[in-house]
Protein backbone atom coordinates (compact mmCIF):
# COMPACT_ATOMS: atom_id res chain seq x y z
CA UNK A 1 0.00 0.00 0.00
CA UNK A 2 1.19 3.20 -0.56
CA UNK A 3 1.47 5.77 2.23
CA UNK A 4 2.11 9.72 1.64
CA UNK A 5 5.49 11.34 3.01
CA UNK A 6 5.00 12.54 6.22
CA UNK A 7 4.37 15.80 6.66
CA UNK A 8 6.63 17.87 8.67
CA UNK A 9 5.35 21.47 8.14
CA UNK A 10 3.76 21.23 11.38
CA UNK A 11 5.68 19.60 13.63
CA UNK A 12 3.67 20.34 16.42
CA UNK A 13 0.90 18.67 14.58
CA UNK A 14 -1.94 16.03 15.13
CA UNK A 15 0.09 12.74 14.04
CA UNK A 16 3.72 14.37 16.52
CA UNK A 17 1.92 14.43 19.30
CA UNK A 18 0.08 10.68 18.99
CA UNK A 19 3.97 9.18 18.22
CA UNK A 20 4.91 11.63 21.19
CA UNK A 21 2.37 9.97 23.28
CA UNK A 22 3.74 6.62 22.49
CA UNK A 23 7.12 7.81 23.28
CA UNK A 24 6.33 9.06 26.46
CA UNK A 25 3.46 7.28 27.82
CA UNK A 26 3.56 3.77 26.14
CA UNK A 27 5.63 0.38 26.68
CA UNK A 28 9.01 1.69 25.37
CA UNK A 29 8.74 4.16 28.27
CA UNK A 30 8.10 2.05 30.88
CA UNK A 31 11.52 2.12 33.23
CA UNK A 32 10.56 -1.48 34.30
CA UNK A 33 9.91 -2.76 30.63
CA UNK A 34 12.97 -1.66 29.44
CA UNK A 35 14.95 -2.22 32.85
CA UNK A 36 17.44 -4.36 34.20
CA UNK A 37 15.25 -6.26 36.69
CA UNK A 38 13.10 -7.84 33.72
CA UNK A 39 15.12 -8.58 31.01
CA UNK A 40 18.48 -8.72 32.32
CA UNK A 41 18.30 -9.88 35.97
CA UNK A 42 18.74 -13.66 36.69
CA UNK A 43 15.42 -14.23 36.80
CA UNK A 44 14.82 -12.49 33.69
CA UNK A 45 13.24 -16.53 32.23
CA UNK A 46 10.47 -16.18 34.75
CA UNK A 47 10.01 -12.57 34.06
CA UNK A 48 9.85 -13.20 30.50
CA UNK A 49 7.41 -16.44 30.69
CA UNK A 50 5.31 -14.07 32.81
CA UNK A 51 4.98 -11.42 30.22
CA UNK A 52 4.29 -13.82 27.63
CA UNK A 53 1.41 -15.28 29.05
CA UNK A 54 -0.01 -11.75 30.12
CA UNK A 55 0.40 -10.30 26.63
CA UNK A 56 -1.23 -13.36 25.04
CA UNK A 57 -3.97 -13.01 27.25
CA UNK A 58 -4.76 -9.37 26.07
CA UNK A 59 -3.74 -9.72 22.52
CA UNK A 60 -3.85 -13.45 21.32
CA UNK A 61 -7.35 -13.80 21.20
CA UNK A 62 -9.37 -13.81 17.62
CA UNK A 63 -10.33 -11.46 16.12
CA UNK A 64 -8.50 -9.08 18.08
CA UNK A 65 -8.82 -5.82 18.48
CA UNK A 66 -7.27 -4.32 14.79
CA UNK A 67 -10.53 -6.12 13.36
CA UNK A 68 -12.94 -4.72 15.80
CA UNK A 69 -11.77 -1.21 15.34
CA UNK A 70 -12.24 -1.89 11.88
CA UNK A 71 -15.66 -2.81 11.87
CA UNK A 72 -16.34 0.24 14.11
CA UNK A 73 -14.20 2.95 11.62
CA UNK A 74 -15.94 3.98 8.57
CA UNK A 75 -12.65 5.61 6.72
CA UNK A 76 -12.29 4.26 3.78
CA UNK A 77 -9.11 6.23 3.84
CA UNK A 78 -8.28 3.71 6.59
CA UNK A 79 -9.43 0.29 4.45
CA UNK A 80 -5.78 -0.89 3.26
CA UNK A 81 -4.01 -0.22 6.88
CA UNK A 82 -6.83 -2.27 8.12
CA UNK A 83 -6.12 -4.77 5.89
CA UNK A 84 -2.46 -5.05 6.57
CA UNK A 85 -2.62 -4.36 10.34
CA UNK A 86 -5.23 -7.26 10.30
CA UNK A 87 -3.10 -9.66 8.59
CA UNK A 88 0.19 -8.69 10.48
CA UNK A 89 -1.53 -9.21 13.50
CA UNK A 90 -3.24 -12.62 12.65
CA UNK A 91 1.09 -13.65 12.45
CA UNK A 92 1.34 -11.91 15.52
CA UNK A 93 -1.15 -14.29 17.42
CA UNK A 94 0.45 -17.12 16.18
CA UNK A 95 3.85 -15.67 17.19
CA UNK A 96 2.46 -15.32 20.66
CA UNK A 97 1.13 -18.74 21.18
CA UNK A 98 4.04 -20.50 19.92
CA UNK A 99 5.93 -19.10 22.96
CA UNK A 100 3.14 -19.33 25.30
CA UNK A 101 3.43 -22.98 24.86
CA UNK A 102 7.54 -22.57 24.91
CA UNK A 103 7.39 -20.41 27.83
CA UNK A 104 5.57 -23.15 29.92
CA UNK A 105 3.21 -22.20 32.15
CA UNK A 106 3.23 -19.03 34.23
CA UNK A 107 5.80 -18.42 37.66
CA UNK A 108 4.01 -19.23 40.98
CA UNK A 109 3.10 -15.00 42.35
CA UNK A 110 1.05 -14.68 45.76
CA UNK A 111 -1.86 -12.84 44.80
CA UNK A 112 -2.35 -14.22 41.79
CA UNK A 113 -6.26 -14.04 42.19
CA UNK A 114 -5.80 -10.41 42.38
CA UNK A 115 -3.44 -10.21 39.41
CA UNK A 116 -6.20 -12.07 37.20
CA UNK A 117 -8.86 -9.89 38.22
CA UNK A 118 -6.57 -6.62 37.01
CA UNK A 119 -6.01 -8.61 33.95
CA UNK A 120 -9.58 -9.12 32.94
CA UNK A 121 -10.11 -5.72 33.82
CA UNK A 122 -7.73 -4.73 31.23
CA UNK A 123 -8.45 -7.22 28.57
CA UNK A 124 -12.47 -5.67 28.91
CA UNK A 125 -11.19 -1.84 28.76
CA UNK A 126 -8.91 -2.86 25.56
CA UNK A 127 -12.28 -4.69 24.45
CA UNK A 128 -14.52 -1.66 25.12
CA UNK A 129 -11.88 1.17 23.02
CA UNK A 130 -11.74 -1.19 19.78
CA UNK A 131 -15.84 -1.57 19.90
CA UNK A 132 -16.13 2.46 20.75
CA UNK A 133 -18.98 4.21 18.53
CA UNK A 134 -17.37 7.46 18.92
CA UNK A 135 -15.87 7.95 15.78
CA UNK A 136 -12.27 7.72 15.55
CA UNK A 137 -11.77 6.11 19.22
CA UNK A 138 -11.76 2.85 17.90
CA UNK A 139 -9.29 4.09 15.27
CA UNK A 140 -6.96 5.78 17.59
CA UNK A 141 -6.93 3.08 19.75
CA UNK A 142 -5.82 0.28 17.11
CA UNK A 143 -3.01 2.86 15.64
CA UNK A 144 -1.84 2.92 18.95
CA UNK A 145 -1.55 -0.70 19.59
CA UNK A 146 0.41 -0.82 15.98
CA UNK A 147 2.81 1.93 17.75
CA UNK A 148 3.21 0.04 20.61
CA UNK A 149 3.98 -3.00 19.48
CA UNK A 150 7.38 -2.52 18.25
CA UNK A 151 8.56 -2.54 22.21
CA UNK A 152 6.51 -4.60 22.91
CA UNK A 153 7.65 -7.11 19.99
CA UNK A 154 11.42 -6.55 21.48
CA UNK A 155 10.45 -8.75 24.74
CA UNK A 156 8.85 -11.10 22.71
CA UNK A 157 11.52 -11.62 20.50
CA UNK A 158 13.76 -11.82 23.53
CA UNK A 159 11.58 -14.24 24.65
CA UNK A 160 11.92 -16.43 21.30
CA UNK A 161 15.73 -16.31 21.81
CA UNK A 162 16.17 -17.04 25.48
CA UNK A 163 13.25 -20.14 24.53
CA UNK A 164 14.78 -21.67 21.39
CA UNK A 165 12.26 -19.92 18.66
CA UNK A 166 13.78 -18.16 15.69
CA UNK A 167 11.35 -14.89 15.57
CA UNK A 168 9.74 -14.56 12.23
CA UNK A 169 9.02 -10.87 10.80
CA UNK A 170 6.77 -8.58 12.14
CA UNK A 171 4.13 -7.69 8.90
CA UNK A 172 2.50 -4.80 10.82
CA UNK A 173 2.47 -1.46 9.16
CA UNK A 174 5.41 0.92 9.22
CA UNK A 175 5.18 3.61 11.80
CA UNK A 176 5.10 6.46 8.52
CA UNK A 177 2.22 4.33 7.00
CA UNK A 178 0.59 4.38 10.42
CA UNK A 179 0.74 8.31 10.85
CA UNK A 180 -0.05 8.96 7.46
CA UNK A 181 -3.24 6.91 7.85
CA UNK A 182 -4.31 8.63 11.02
CA UNK A 183 -3.26 12.09 9.06
CA UNK A 184 -5.91 10.86 6.34
CA UNK A 185 -8.73 9.89 8.49
CA UNK A 186 -8.48 12.44 11.70
CA UNK A 187 -10.21 15.32 9.28
CA UNK A 188 -12.13 16.90 12.01
CA UNK A 189 -11.15 18.33 15.72
CA UNK A 190 -13.97 16.10 17.10
CA UNK A 191 -11.96 12.78 15.07
CA UNK A 192 -8.56 14.30 16.49
CA UNK A 193 -9.84 14.06 19.95
CA UNK A 194 -11.65 10.88 20.08
CA UNK A 195 -8.57 9.19 18.17
CA UNK A 196 -6.41 10.49 20.61
CA UNK A 197 -8.60 9.60 23.36
CA UNK A 198 -8.33 6.04 21.81
CA UNK A 199 -4.51 5.89 21.55
CA UNK A 200 -4.18 7.24 25.34
CA UNK A 201 -6.19 4.87 26.53
CA UNK A 202 -4.62 1.98 25.21
CA UNK A 203 -1.15 3.31 26.11
CA UNK A 204 -2.77 3.74 29.70
CA UNK A 205 -3.84 -0.16 29.79
CA UNK A 206 -0.46 -0.86 28.42
CA UNK A 207 1.86 1.15 31.10
CA UNK A 208 -1.06 -0.68 33.64
CA UNK A 209 -0.40 -4.21 32.15
CA UNK A 210 3.63 -3.28 32.89
CA UNK A 211 2.86 -2.26 36.46
CA UNK A 212 1.09 -5.13 37.15
CA UNK A 213 4.11 -6.86 35.60
CA UNK A 214 6.47 -5.60 37.96
CA UNK A 215 4.44 -5.88 40.80
CA UNK A 216 3.95 -9.97 40.12
CA UNK A 217 7.85 -10.20 39.93
CA UNK A 218 8.51 -8.01 43.14
CA UNK A 219 5.95 -10.24 45.21
CA UNK A 220 7.50 -13.00 43.49
CA UNK A 221 10.61 -11.77 45.82
CA UNK A 222 12.99 -11.69 42.41
CA UNK A 223 14.47 -8.38 42.97
Not at 69 to 81: C, G, I, K, L, N
Request: glycine share 8%; aromatic share 8%; with cysteine.
Amino acid sequence: MASRPMDKSTPDGFDDAILAMATESGSAGHLYASGEAFLRGRHAMRNLADAIHHFGYLHGRHPGMVANARAHTPAPEASDWFAAAIDGFAKERAYLARLVVAVGPSPSTPGQAESEAALSGQYHALEMLSQSDRTGCAFGAAVALVLDWTAIRTTLDQAAERFGIIPPNCDLPMRDETLATLRAVATTPSIERAASFGAQQLFVQHRGLWDLLEARHIARGDY
